[in-house]
T-cell receptor, first 110, second 110 residues
Framework: GEDVEQSLFLSVREGDSSVINCTYT??????LYWYKQEPGAGLQLLTY?????DMKQDQRLTVLLNKKDKHLSLRIADTQTGDSAIYFC??????????FGGGTRLMVKP | DVKVTQSSRYLVKRTGEKVFLECVQD?????MFWYRQDPGLGLRLIYF???????EKGDIPEGYSVSREKKERFSLILESASTNQTSMYLC?????????FGPGTRLLVL
């Protein structure tokens, strides 16, 4: 089955850019997602990219997809303390099912 | 805006009790999901449903059952709660791959 991997932890200073990385194994993946989870809350859909795209930008968020290397990244420009959260990468490959990575905890230091 | 609600944010139950967790979505989505989230284990799929009265086992169905009598409502049932079912429970719904999550229910079984 699909395997989705993320690093556990990332720490950045306020105002810097954050880059959260994700790798996956199934090359037939169609949609790839980024979710944000704040403490004690559910997962909030941040953005997604279709597999025929290389890049998608949405305000401070940039998603890059490298299909050859099966690598997805989320860049947050001008990171703020409110961006501190756990970020999950998720991959859609079997109909309506998603496979989630383990999540990357982003800590933003003032 | 998609809205997924869960009946409780926090719940404390005793071992052996029957526990009902309810999830309601207002977007007429066909598919609904129950996950549990534990530190270090990420999100694990318990059950999902792709239509009224239909259900499929996920990765960890043992100790759980589900009910979907109406399209908008998906219930997770712990027949006899045990301490190892202490967890964060997340409900999601989707119609075309993108999953939208509720705020989560944090369940403590004593």
């Amino acid at each position: 089955g699909e395997d989705v991997e993320q690093s556990l932890f990332l720490s950045v200073r306020e105002g810097d850019s954050s880059v959260i990385n994700c790798t996956y194994t199934d090359s037939s993946s169609t949609y790839l997602y980024w979710y944000k989870q704040e403490p004690g809350a559910g997962l909030q859909l941040l953005t997604y990219i279709f597999s025929n795209m290389d890049m998608k930008q949405d305000q401070r968020l940039t998603v890059l997809l490298n299909k050859k290397d099966k690598h997805l990244s989320l860049r947050i420009a001008d990171t703020q303390t409110g961006d501190s959260a756990i970020y999950f990468c998720a991959v859609n490959n079997a109909g309506n099912m998603l496979t989630f990575g383990g999540g990357t905890r982003l800590m933003v230091k003032p | 805006d998609v809205k997924v609600t869960q009946s409780s944010r926090y719940l404390v139950k005793r071992t052996g009790e029957k526990v009902f967790l309810e999830c309601v979505q207002d977007m007429d989505h066909e598919n609904m999901f129950w996950y549990r989230q534990d530190p270090g284990l990420g999100l694990r799929l318990i059950y999902f449903s792709y239509d009224v009265k239909m259900k499929e086992k996920g990765d960890i169905p043992e100790g759980y059952s589900v009910s979907r009598e109406k399209k908008e409502r998906f219930s997770l049932i712990l027949e006899s709660a045990s301490t190892n079912q202490t967890s964060m429970y997340l409900c999601a719904s989707s119609s075309s791959g993108t999953q939208y999550f509720g705020p989560g229910t944090r369940l403590l079984v004593l």
